[in-house]
């Protein structure tokens, strides 16, 4: 990650004010700070950082569920992950409805360690990923120029050294997209898309069998195993998302397609290994 990477903070705790503008200043990350009144989280919404830190503060208080829905809003609209810190030590619980848009849940008070981790799963492995589709594109390259000497020089040509390539069996390929189940990161068209969680774990699942059409609560369970309260309307609202990155008109979807009365399939070629 780069200097513009941006942290924001929603609390009111000046411990974990302290403590993250320190973490920022270190790693030089670019850190904003905001309290849980609607005003401060409103500036918050037009810096758009790259990932939101939420404390418990804001949930324990029942007066400040609208700004709590808000946080959810922009999120969800922005593509804004939300990491949520739970204090371990207070019986607050998290709404229902929260766990199917907060990307991940923190103990608090937070530890650095636990934070540089999450961020480093969360970000840098789209980094790793597109590093290693070079580094294959450069072993084809090589491979194709091995082939044309070995054509000229009239020799036969030995393929042992393709089938020694070390593998990728964490990759597959359902043309035109290519998914990395390790870094959770789908190219289309060799182009990158930002996906979130949901919306990784909804692409992969019609990716895996592009031959089935998946039921609609079987999307939902597959997504949300442990909410029991998650809807057809969450559901929904991901495949409208996941859709606006995808389709050139959402509305009129050529890849994900709808089976009326049953659910959604993947409308490509047959899955193929990337090696």
Same mark, same amino acid.
């Given at each position: 990650?780069?200097?513009?990477?941006?942290?924001?903070?929603?609390?009111?705790?000046?411990?974990?004010?302290?403590?993250?503008?320190?973490?920022?200043?270190?790693?030089?990350?670019?850190?904003?700070?905001?309290?849980?009144?609607?005003?401060?989280?409103?500036?918050?919404?037009? &810096?758009?950082?790259?990932?939101?830190?939420?404390?418990?503060?804001?949930?324990?208080?029942?007066?400040?569920?609208?700004?709590?829905?808000? &946080?959810?809003?922009?999120?969800?609209?922005?593509?804004?992950?939300?990491?949520?810190?739970?204090?371990?030590?207070?019986?607050?619980?998290?709404?229902?409805?929260?766990?199917?848009?907060?990307?991940?849940?923190?103990?608090?008070?937070?530890?650095?360690?636990?934070?540089?981790?999450?961020?480093?799963?969360?970000?840098?492995?789209?980094?790793?990923? &597109?590093?290693?589709?070079?580094?294959?594109?450069?072993?084809?390259?090589?491979?194709?120029?091995?082939?044309?000497?070995?054509?000229?020089?009239?020799?036969?040509?030995?393929?042992?050294?393709?089938?020694?390539?070390?593998?990728?069996?964490?990759?597959?390929?359902?043309?035109?997209?290519?998914i990395d189940q390790r870094s959770k990161s789908v190219l289309f068209n060799g182009k990158?898309?930002?996906?979130?969680?949901?919306?990784?774990?909804?692409f992969e699942l019609l990716a895996k069998d592009i031959d089935r059409v998946f039921m609609?609560?079987?999307?939902?369970?597959?997504?949300?195993?442990?909410?029991?309260?998650?809807?057809?309307?969450d559901l929904y609202q991901y495949m409208h998302l996941l859709r606006k990155k995808i389709?050139?008109?959402?509305?009129?979807?050529?890849?994900?397609?709808?089976?009326?009365?049953?659910?959604?399939?993947?409308?490509?070629?047959?899955?193929?290994?990337?090696?």
């Amino acid at each position: 990650m780069n200097t513009n990477f941006r942290i924001g903070l929603i609390s009111d705790d000046p411990y974990h004010q302290g403590l993250l503008k320190g973490y920022c200043q270190a790693h030089r990350y670019k850190f904003f700070e905001s309290t849980t009144d609607r005003e401060s989280i409103n500036k918050m919404i037009q &810096i758009q950082p790259n990932i939101i830190i939420l404390t418990d503060s804001l949930v324990q208080n029942q007066d400040q569920k609208s700004n709590f829905d808000l &946080i959810r809003d922009m999120s969800v609209n922005h593509q804004i992950p939300v990491c949520y810190l739970r204090d371990i030590n207070k019986a607050t619980s998290l709404p229902n409805e929260a766990i199917c848009w907060l990307d991940a849940t923190l103990d608090a008070p937070l530890d650095v360690n636990q934070l540089k981790d999450y961020l480093h799963n969360k970000f840098k492995l789209h980094h790793r990923f &597109i590093q290693e589709k070079r580094n294959h594109e450069r072993r084809a390259v090589f491979d194709r120029r091995m082939l044309k000497s070995e054509h000229q020089n009239g020799s036969t040509y030995n393929n042992q050294s393709i089938k020694n390539l070390p593998s990728n069996d964490h990759c597959f390929m359902v043309e035109p997209f290519q998914i990395d189940q390790r870094s959770k990161s789908v190219l289309f068209n060799g182009k990158l898309l930002n996906l979130t969680r949901k919306e990784y774990e909804l692409f992969e699942l019609l990716a895996k069998d592009i031959d089935r059409v998946f039921m609609t609560n079987e999307i939902i369970n597959h997504l949300w195993p442990e909410n029991n309260r998650a809807t057809k309307s969450d559901l929904y609202q991901y495949m409208h998302l996941l859709r606006k990155k995808i389709e050139d008109d959402p509305n009129n979807p050529q890849w994900i397609l709808t089976v009326k009365g049953f659910g959604y399939k993947l409308n490509v070629a047959a899955p193929s290994k990337v090696n």
